[in-house]
C-alpha cells in the first residue's frame, strides 16, 4: 500500500514536470516556429498546446478543449447531456488577440477589452459545441481561466493539446518558448 505522503510526492513531482514541458517544451519536428497569425514573432508556442486534443468530440466530457494549431488557437466547450450549463471564461494576453466565435447560438457571448488582451467568454450550453478560434500578436503568454455553472473548472475538466494533458491549476500559463 502507497502511504499519503508516497502519493503526495509523486504528484507533486509529476505536476513540476507538467509545468516544465507546459512552460519550457522542446521544439517538435514539423512544428513552425511562427504561424500565419504570427508571421514575425520571435519562438513558438510550446509543443504541448500543439494540436486538437484526441478526445475532444461532440457531446464529450464536459469541460474546456484548448489547442494551437497553424490557423492560431482554439478554445471549445462540450458536456455529455443535453441539460444546460453555462461555461465561462478570460484568457488574458500580453499583446493584442482577435476572436471570432464557432457554433454559437444567441445566449453565447464574447467580449473582447478595449486594449484587445482580455477574452471573456460566457457559453450556455446544451450538449454540442461552443467555442472561440482567436489569434494572438505575438504575445509571449496567455493566460487561461475557465468555469462551469459559477464554479472553476477542476483541472480534470481541462484538456490541452493533442495529448490532452491537463494544467498543473485553474488559472494556468502558456508561455512562448524562445
Not at 22 to 49: F, K, M, R
Amino acid at each position: 500500500m502507497t502511504s499519503p505522503l508516497r502519493r503526495s510526492i509523486s504528484r507533486a513531482v509529476a505536476a513540476a514536470g507538467l509545468l516544465a514541458t507546459l512552460l519550457v517544451a522542446a521544439t517538435v519536428p514539423g512544428v513552425a516556429a511562427a504561424t500565419p497569425d504570427e508571421p514575425t514573432c520571435a519562438g513558438h508556442w510550446p509543443a504541448t498546446v500543439q494540436g486538437k486534443p484526441t478526445i475532444y468530440q461532440s457531446g464529450g466530457r464536459a469541460g474546456d478543449y484548448i489547442w494551437h494549431s497553424s490557423t492560431g488557437w482554439h478554445l471549445r466547450v462540450t458536456k455529455v447531456t443535453t441539460a444546460t450549463a453555462v461555461f465561462s471564461g478570460k484568457i488574458h494576453a500580453d499583446k493584442p488577440m482577435s476572436v471570432a466565435g464557432v457554433a454559437l447560438e444567441s445566449e453565447d457571448k464574447i467580449t473582447i477589452s478595449g486594449d484587445r488582451k482580455t477574452i471573456w467568454y460566457r457559453f450556455v450550453n446544451h450538449g454540442s459545441i461552443d467555442g472561440i478560434d482567436f489569434k494572438t500578436a505575438c504575445a509571449n503568454r496567455l493566460t487561461f481561466t475557465g468555469a462551469m455553472d459559477g464554479t472553476a473548472l477542476p483541472i480534470s475538466r481541462i484538456w490541452i493539446g493533442v495529448n490532452g494533458r491537463h494544467p498543473l491549476q485553474n488559472p494556468f500559463v502558456v508561455a512562448r518558448v524562445r
